[in-house]
């Protein structure tokens, strides 16, 4: 970012020495969509922020008490931000990604606090009494949720390549917020509380609906309660229906279409215009206008680069492909369906299919730039036995047959060109020696005349001039010609170059390319609507297998080859299960029990479940930010049941039944759990509904959060008690057993001495 704006200043000044009739534009910026990302990151921060004021104030039903929890907001965030350059992070559109995640977070904690102390001062305690009261309550459960809302990225810091960076981006940012928060919440807040909270509630003109609200709640809690007594008593069949549900979480998410990060509206498309092989230059760039006209008349598009004579898909210079960049209006400007950049790629594809000088086609640029150069999939065949460009040649021409007639791809090209027209020139070794030339003048003289050579340099207006020596344009396109070229002899006789070569037509390789030293032919295709990129990659692997000698094989290139890597590493399965692993120790340490973890991760499947589910409904695909999500949905179900387990054993540690412990933990923590739930289900509203650049990946988060916190809190709430209840009395059976051992023992040992 810092170079592009040095680059437009530098511009800038020099536009104003520039003649008053010549001016600059910059043809195509790719800063521009990580700038607007930031910008639409920014927005969407301070509509979750909102959100979040209006869930916590008509929960908490004051400015005094709202201002509490918004003040861990600031705190951490800045503290986040504190930490950064520390652990060499920068401000991107991840790590402000995350942030947008952190806000329904961080003020978590403080709600805690503040409904805790609330509650006692309506049981008739001072502010101050309150304050310390709950802090004994619910320190246990800010310090357990913030370990593990931190602890559950953990694993994700050690997965190798570009998926543990996009991890890591995340992880860090969530954990140092989190951790923020919870210091937060058991400093300040609890001094806030004891400084702003006041008996009794000035709701102002809101009060009538403050009393609706709180009578349906109470219903509601009643329910609640009633409902989870019913569920306690019936508890094999809550068990069978939490392990229904985890099958069908389990079905959903593995028939999910997969893929390794979505492909973004990036400011701008590529396209590429193929002529018939060896046409020449003149008619490339006639056919490049042609085209390049109906892309600039397309709705949504900005304006047009047209390179003749280049193909950046292959990297190479030939006089029959050309390239386009063909760069989009501003996002703001681009709302409507008909302008998303999907739909102007479609639109650009059917006018491209009517242009009958060569084959054009429009793709999008790589979804991480840098990695690759086009989007979509890029497949590389291989001869691995050194047969020869006509076997690698044979072979791919019946790959792409086989390929094409696939359901899962919309298009397959390759670069590779075989048999191209060219022109060779033969020298006869034999004429050279009689005619006693050399065979290096020969060949300098062909290159010199009808390619080009360069001579020298010269200096003029300030610059260095390259000089190059080469023969008219009529000359060198006769090959008939080279007979009006000569070398001389040591005799000093002038020696025509068709007296000592030939030239004969033939068909050729443009270029060759070598992939891992293999003779290659690189591919780059598209998936068809309705089909993943691991779908694709899926049929093209198939069709080798069905279709390939074994002297061929086969790799990825560019974001392909990353996909595919991540796909052979590190599983997200392995991932949820590591992260499940650490929760588990961790929850373990807490509560010096094997039993307790149990009940509080037991409700993860319902979470995960509703991810899976708003994926599927949304007909979106299983993808890094997908599985951040699934990893954030553990340490966000875990903590919903925290609240309630840790009340339910501090209630019976104090001698209540293991029941009614439940349900009175489930009571009380009702609404700080609904509070904090739907504060961070309001907080990634704005990513559901996303827009502009990197709208994809925030949709694609937002969906699964969401759907997963929904299921939590509607669903698994009801399911927290029976998992305490059921893994208490087995504890507590376990336990009495124990020690029941040793008293016999003991009873027995005083018997034989007797």
Same mark, same amino acid.
């Given at each position: 970012?810092?170079?592009?704006?040095?680059?437009?200043?530098?511009?800038?000044?020099?536009?104003?020495?520039?003649?008053?009739?010549?001016?600059?534009?910059?043809?195509?910026?790719?800063?521009?969509?990580?700038?607007? @990302?930031?910008?639409?990151?920014?927005?969407?921060?301070?509509?979750?922020?909102?959100?979040?004021?209006?869930?916590?104030?008509?929960?908490?039903?004051?400015?005094?008490?709202?201002?509490?929890?918004?003040?861990?907001?600031?705190?951490?965030?800045?503290?986040?931000?504190?930490?950064?350059?520390?652990?060499?992070?920068?401000?991107?559109?991840?790590?402000?990604?995350?942030?947008?995640?952190?806000?329904?977070?961080?003020?978590?904690?403080?709600?805690?606090?503040?409904?805790?102390?609330?509650?006692?001062?309506?049981?008739?305690?001072?502010?101050?009494?309150?304050?310390?009261?709950?802090?004994?309550?619910?320190?246990?459960?800010?310090?357990?949720?913030?370990?593990?809302?931190?602890?559950?990225?953990?694993?994700?810091?050690?997965?190798?390549?570009?998926?543990?960076?996009?991890?890591?981006?995340?992880?860090?940012?969530?954990?140092?917020?989190?951790?923020?928060?919870?210091?937060?919440?058991?400093?300040?807040?609890?001094?806030?509380?004891?400084?702003?909270?006041?008996?009794?509630?000035?709701? @102002?003109?809101?009060?009538?609906?403050?009393?609706?609200?709180?009578?349906?709640?109470?219903?509601?809690?009643?329910?609640?309660?009633?409902?989870?007594?019913?569920?306690?008593?019936?508890?094999?069949?809550?068990?069978?229906?939490?392990?229904?549900?985890?099958?069908?979480?389990?079905?959903?998410?593995?028939?999910?279409?997969?893929?390794?990060?979505?492909?973004?509206?990036?400011?701008?498309?590529?396209?590429?215009?193929?002529?018939?092989?060896?046409?020449?230059?003149?008619?490339?760039?006639?056919?490049?206008?042609?085209?390049?006209?109906? $892309?600039?008349?397309?709705?949504?598009?900005?304006?047009?680069?047209?390179?003749?004579?280049?193909?950046?898909?292959?990297?190479?210079?030939?006089?029959?492909?050309?390239?386009?960049?063909?760069? $989009?209006?501003?996002?703001?400007?681009?709302?409507?369906?008909?302008?998303?950049?999907?739909?102007?790629?479609?639109?650009?594809?059917?006018?491209?299919?009517?242009?009958?000088?060569?084959?054009?086609?429009?793709?999008?640029?790589?979804?991480?730039?840098?990695?690759?150069?086009?989007?979509?999939?890029?497949?590389?065949?291989?001869?691995?036995?050194?047969?020869?460009?006509?076997?690698?040649?044979?072979?791919?021409?019946?790959?792409?047959?086989?390929?094409?007639?696939?359901?899962?791809?919309?298009?397959?090209?390759?670069?590779?060109?075989?048999?191209?027209?060219?022109?060779?020139?033969?020298?006869?070794?034999?004429?050279?020696?009689?005619?006693?030339?050399?065979?290096?003048?020969?060949?300098?003289?062909?290159?010199?005349?009808?390619?080009?050579?360069?001579?020298?340099?010269?200096?003029?207006?300030?610059?260095?001039?390259?000089?190059?020596?080469?023969?008219?344009?009529?000359?060198?396109?006769?090959?008939?010609?080279?007979?009006?070229?000569?070398?001389?002899?040591?005799?000093?006789?002038?020696?025509?170059?068709?007296?000592?070569?030939?030239?004969?037509?033939?068909?050729?390789?443009?270029?060759?390319?070598?992939?891992?030293?293999?003779?290659?032919?690189?591919?780059?295709?598209?998936?068809?609507?309705?089909?993943?990129?691991?779908?694709?990659?899926?049929?093209?692997?198939?069709?080798?297998?069905?279709?390939?000698?074994?002297?061929?094989?086969?790799?990825?290139?560019?974001?392909?080859?990353?996909?595919?890597?991540?796909?052979?590493?590190?599983?997200?399965?392995?991932?949820?299960?590591?992260?499940?692993?650490?929760?588990?120790?961790?929850?373990?340490?807490?509560?010096?029990?094997?039993?307790?973890?149990?009940?509080?991760?037991?409700?993860?499947?319902?979470?995960?479940?509703?991810?899976?589910?708003?994926?599927?409904?949304?007909?979106?695909?299983?993808?890094?930010?997908?599985?951040?999500?699934?990893?954030?949905?553990?340490?966000?179900?875990?903590?919903?049941?925290? $609240?309630?387990?840790?009340?339910?054993?501090?209630?019976?540690?104090?001698?209540?039944?293991?029941?009614?412990?439940?349900?009175?933990?489930?009571?009380?923590?009702?609404?700080?759990?609904?509070?904090?739930?739907?504060?961070?289900?309001?907080?990634?509203?704005?990513?559901?509904?996303?827009?502009?650049?990197?709208?994809?990946?925030?949709?694609?988060?937002?969906?699964?959060?969401?759907?997963?916190?929904?299921?939590?809190?509607?669903?698994?709430?009801?399911?927290?008690?029976?998992?305490?209840?059921?893994?208490?009395?087995?504890?507590?059976?376990?336990?009495?057993?124990?020690?029941?051992?040793?008293?016999?023992?003991?009873?027995?040992?005083?018997?034989?001495?007797?």
């Amino acid at each position: 970012m810092a170079a592009s704006t040095a680059v437009k200043a530098r511009l800038d000044e020099l536009s104003k020495r520039f003649p008053q009739d010549l001016r600059y534009d910059v043809a195509l910026d790719t800063t521009k969509a990580v700038t607007a @990302g930031i910008h639409e990151i920014v927005v969407t921060l301070l509509e979750s922020l909102l959100l979040v004021v209006i869930v916590v104030y008509i929960f908490l039903q004051g400015w005094r008490p709202t201002l509490i929890p918004l003040a861990a907001v600031p705190v951490s965030l800045i503290g986040t931000f504190v930490v950064f350059p520390m652990l060499g992070f920068s401000i991107n559109t991840l790590s402000l990604f995350g942030l947008i995640l952190a806000i329904g977070l961080v003020v978590d904690d403080a709600i805690v606090v503040v409904e805790a102390v609330e509650h006692h001062i309506e049981e008739g305690m001072s502010p101050r009494d309150a304050s310390l009261k709950a802090m004994e309550e619910v320190s246990g459960p800010v310090i357990a949720i913030a370990l593990i809302l931190a602890a559950v990225f953990i694993p994700t810091a050690f997965i190798p390549g570009i998926t543990g960076r996009l991890y890591q981006q995340f992880a860090v940012t969530i954990a140092i917020s989190v951790i923020f928060s919870a210091f937060n919440a058991l400093t300040l807040s609890p001094a806030l509380c004891a400084l702003l909270l006041k008996p009794g509630k000035t709701r @102002g003109p809101l009060a009538g609906f403050f009393d609706w609200f709180n009578k349906t709640f109470a219903h509601a809690q009643n329910g609640y309660v009633k409902y989870s007594a019913v569920m306690i008593r019936k508890s094999a069949f809550s068990m069978v229906f939490l392990a229904l549900i985890a099958a069908v979480a389990f079905l959903v998410g593995g028939n999910l279409a997969t893929s390794f990060v979505p492909e973004e509206d990036q400011g701008y498309l590529m396209v590429r215009l193929q002529l018939p092989q060896a046409a020449s230059l003149e008619r490339t760039v006639e056919a490049a206008t042609k085209v390049g006209g109906i $892309l600039r008349r397309t709705p949504g598009v900005d304006s047009v680069t047209a390179i003749s004579g280049y193909d950046l898909l292959s990297g190479t210079q030939n006089t029959y492909t050309a390239f386009y960049f063909a760069k $989009l209006r501003d996002w703001d400007t681009r709302r409507s369906a008909n302008l998303h950049v999907d739909a102007i790629m479609n639109d650009f594809n059917q006018q491209l299919s009517q242009v009958q000088e060569g084959i054009a086609f429009s793709f999008s640029p790589p979804a991480i730039p840098g990695v690759g150069s086009a989007g979509g999939m890029t497949f590389i065949l291989e001869d691995r036995s050194g047969q020869g460009g006509d076997f690698l040649a044979s072979n791919t021409d019946a790959f792409l047959a086989a390929v094409k007639k696939r359901p899962e791809i919309a298009s397959a090209i390759t670069t590779f060109a075989p048999h191209v027209p060219q022109l060779y020139v033969d020298v006869d070794k034999e004429k050279v020696m009689r005619q006693q030339v050399s065979i290096g003048d020969v060949y300098e003289t062909t290159q010199t005349f009808m390619g080009g050579y360069l001579v020298n340099y010269f200096s003029r207006f300030g610059r260095q001039w390259q000089v190059y020596v080469e023969a008219e344009g009529n000359a060198r396109t006769d090959p008939n010609s080279i007979g009006q070229f000569y070398v001389t002899n040591p005799n000093g006789n002038m020696v025509p170059l068709s007296a000592v070569s030939s030239i004969k037509p033939l068909t050729g390789p443009e270029f060759t390319m070598h992939f891992n030293e293999y003779p290659a032919a690189q591919i780059t295709a598209a998936a068809a609507p309705g089909y993943s990129s691991a779908q694709a990659m899926k049929a093209f692997e198939d069709v080798f297998a069905q279709t390939m000698p074994s002297e061929m094989g086969y790799d990825y290139m560019g974001m392909s080859y990353q996909e595919k890597a991540a796909a052979d590493g590190i599983s997200s399965t392995q991932i949820y299960g590591l992260s499940l692993l650490f929760v588990f120790l961790i929850l373990t340490a807490l509560y010096e029990s094997w039993s307790l973890p149990f009940s509080v991760l037991l409700g993860t499947p319902v979470a995960m479940f509703g991810g899976y589910l708003a994926l599927w409904f949304r007909h979106m695909e299983n993808n890094v930010y997908a599985q951040i999500g699934m990893v954030m949905l553990i340490g966000l179900a875990a903590k919903n049941a925290i $609240l309630i387990v840790e009340y339910a054993k501090m209630e019976h540690d104090h001698g209540k039944s293991v029941v009614d412990a439940a349900l009175s933990g489930a009571r009380l923590r009702l609404r700080p759990i609904i509070m904090t739930s739907f504060a961070f289900i309001l907080a990634c509203i704005p990513l559901w509904i996303a827009q502009g650049a990197g709208a994809q990946g925030r949709r694609v988060l937002g969906t699964t959060v969401i759907g997963g916190m929904l299921t939590a809190t509607c669903i698994a709430i009801f399911l927290i008690p029976v998992t305490y209840t059921l893994f208490e009395r087995l504890s507590l059976r376990f336990s009495r057993k124990h020690e029941a051992l040793p008293a016999v023992a003991t009873a027995e040992q005083k018997g034989g001495d007797l």
